[in-house]
């Protein structure tokens, strides 16, 4: 073998299939570094070892017992070769086995040979069985589960097996295991450097990182596999804080506008809205109104409820803002310190998808209605302007070079829009405030392009509708300001939600009350589950079936008289934008749907939404889904259809039932769920291992005051050449990822 480095490809090295190299290239594993920062999910514990009228269905178990009755063959349709034998326990009771693709295992065991058999259990019409699982030779079969082959006799301490890594078909936690061995035997964890300060390591108990690569995919016990989670943890999460102090002291120094807030109009402007804001509204409003008269660029992230008014937040964000003139320019164009007497600075709002952006336009045409303040709306299917010159109470088509030559002279103060505003032939005049609603939804590199359009950086509000806990928003919004809306408006009513069980007396019941609602009027989703299916394609195809299946049975039963339509991933963004508009304006009466709504229009007239599959959902999407119907002063009802089997399943539902909000929902959610099940790198950017670490706020705290300490001190890192590599090489500011 070559001499190994960090960077050394995986393929160059080692022997690896075509099939491999596809699961490789799935799981992002390129290089040795990657592959030994791919760590384990868990590990075969001697303690998961069980007999087979014990082993449940649809579980990763381990088995022992007698392989007979070895043979090869070929599937019938496709041909693939297969192995394929009998596992008999010390109940004698059998277990069926397959293998695919791996006929030469049938020739390398022996009939009536003792062996270990690690896999998933699934039940076939012969009795459970078990496909591809991985296997070893045993010599000595134990007694039973707690035989002392799973014991280390002098410290009495129960011993590890395989570690169970993040799987793809075609490559095994086995050939993980094998190939990271030789990884760590050839000699390259004396060449490596920690990027850990050794004062960190040593005032916080953290092992070497040669040390925990070792611990984390070979562990002897259990302290040993927790103390190198515990340092990886870590690790990421300070890496991360360590990225955000370094954009929070480069904002610092930039200049943006230093605003005029004239109070007596803002009230006066709040004071037209027909409510009173809450306390958790005045309150963000008040943050942002002191961000913006400051030089530094405000970056603030208003995360507020599902409905619980954060569009009013950003119009009198928005209103403040224009309230300011321009900068007088010299005969270059270059701004001076004195105002002009004349027009305004400009806002730029960008929304997810056209709809919410169609939708914003018309909320913000009823707020400024009455202030002859102009407002452009920006999409790829069109543009329009508030007011029309010919009815000043509605808003106009207008071509879209005349809408970019109105924004580019400033003429337009208001301009909403989708990804289209980015684009580079959109140029404004001087644009002082940038506003993103469900900001998570956009890439770094277009928030970037929208804030450098001008000379100076605009300030920069964001919004999302995903309350998260305290702790993830520590480690994911490091380098903003947090403004938490925590209260709804007044009059709005607590969602109803309801855990159905499969039986069809209480789903007739449900679809009964939906009916009675449909005929006063108002309108209902229905949510198609989940489907779990490694291979993306396959999964959405089924998806795609599931819906049309669902609404064809609905529009022939249930909900026969009523109209029903369809939208799911699959479908192009104007189809979809197309469906949502014809909800929103009552051609629809059912919607049935994936998780594609998640995010969506606001429809007030939608109280009622049925969410098939509920167990199969996060407590967070499912929190998201039903604010789908929390719009409105109408009473909403939420179905949770569910087939709860396990305690667990049943106490996270439980959960979305009893919490008051989605912060309450964020805290328990993140609580219940365990490693591999938290979406971390999928939603966040962050591993599973940091998501789990960040239950714990002291880490989180830590890491961050660490982090800040040396920011402050050595802003370069020149201190610290291994952090400043890791720093220009890897990316750690995730939260627009």
Known sequence: MKKLNLQSNIIEN??????????????????????????????????????????????????????????????????????????????????????????????????????????????????????????????????????????????????????????????????????????????????????????????????????????????????????????????????????????????????????????????????????????????????????????????????????????????????????????????????????????????????????????????????????????????????????????????????????????????????IGTHALIQKKVEFQDLALVIVDEQHRFGTKQRMELTVKDARLPHYLSMTATPIPRTLALTVYGDLDLSVVDQMPTGRKQIITEIVPPSEHDRKQVYADIRTRLDEGRQAYVICPRIYEPDESKANALLLKSVKAEAQRLAHSEFKDYRIDIMHSKMTKAKKEEVMQKFYNHEIDVLVSTSVVEVGVNVPNATSIIIEGAERFGLAQLHQLRGRVMRSTYQPYCYLFADAKSDKTVERLEAIVQAKNGFELAEIDLSLRGAGDLAGQKQWGISDLAMEAIKNIKMVEYARDEAKHIIENDEALESYPELKEIMDRDHYHIHFE
């Open 14 to 415: 080692f022997r690896v299939t075509d099939t491999q190299k596809k699961a490789l290239k799935r799981l992002a594993i390129a290089t040795v570094r990657d592959l030994l920062y791919h760590f384990p999910t868990r590990y075969s514990h001697m303690s998961e070892v069980t007999t087979i009228d014990q082993a449940i269905t649809g579980e990763l178990v381990t088995v022992y017992g007698i392989i007979d009755k070895l043979k090869t063959g070929k599937t019938y349709t496709t041909k693939v070769p297969t192995a394929s034998g009998v596992l008999t326990d010390i109940n004698n009771d059998t277990l069926f086995i397959t293998w695919f693709s791996q006929a030469f295992i049938a020739k390398k065991l022996t009939n009536g040979e003792g062996v270990k058999l690690t896999g998933k259990i699934t039940e076939t019409k012969n009795g459970k069985s078990m496909v591809n699982p991985e296997f070893e030779r045993v010599p000595n079969m134990p007694i039973d589960t707690h035989d002392s082959l799973f014991k280390n006799k002098s410290t009495n301490e129960v011993e590890f097996g395989y570690p169970i890594y993040p799987e793809s078909r075609g490559i095994t936690s086995k050939w993980m295991y094998h190939t990271i061995m030789k990884i760590l035997g050839s000699g390259l964890l004396e060449t490596i450097e920690d990027p850990l300060p050794q004062y960190l390591r040593e005032k916080y108990n953290l092992p070497s990182l040669a040390t925990a690569l070792v611990w984390i995919h070979a562990p002897k016990k259990q302290k040993d596999a927790d103390a190198a989670k515990k340092r990886f943890a870590f690790e990421e999460i300070f890496f991360i804080q360590l990225r955000n102090q370094q954009r929070r002291k480069q904002h610092e120094k930039m200049h943006s506008y230093n605003l005029e807030v004239n109070e007596n109009k803002i009230q006066d402007f709040i004071n037209s809205f027909p409510f009173e804001p809450t306390v958790a509204q005045s309150s963000a409003i008040e943050s942002i109104l002191e961000d913006i008269t400051s030089s530094r660029p405000m970056t603030r992230l208003v995360e507020g409820d599902v409905g619980s008014g954060k569009t009013f937040i950003a119009a009198v964000a928005a209103y403040a803002t224009i309230q300011n003139r321009p900068l007088k320019r010299s005969t270059f164009g270059q701004a001076k310190k004195e105002q002009q007497t004349f027009g305004r600075l400009q806002v730029a709002y960008m929304a997810p998808t056209e709809v919410l952006a169609t939708q914003l336009f018309e909320n913000f045409i009823e707020y400024f209605s009455g202030t002859g303040i102009q407002i452009g709306l920006l999409t790829g299917s069109g543009c329009r302007k508030f007011p029309s010159k010919v009815a000043r109470e509605s808003w106009t088509s207008i071509s879209r070079s005349q809408l970019l030559k109105w924004v580019k002279n400033g003429e337009v103060p208001i301009v």
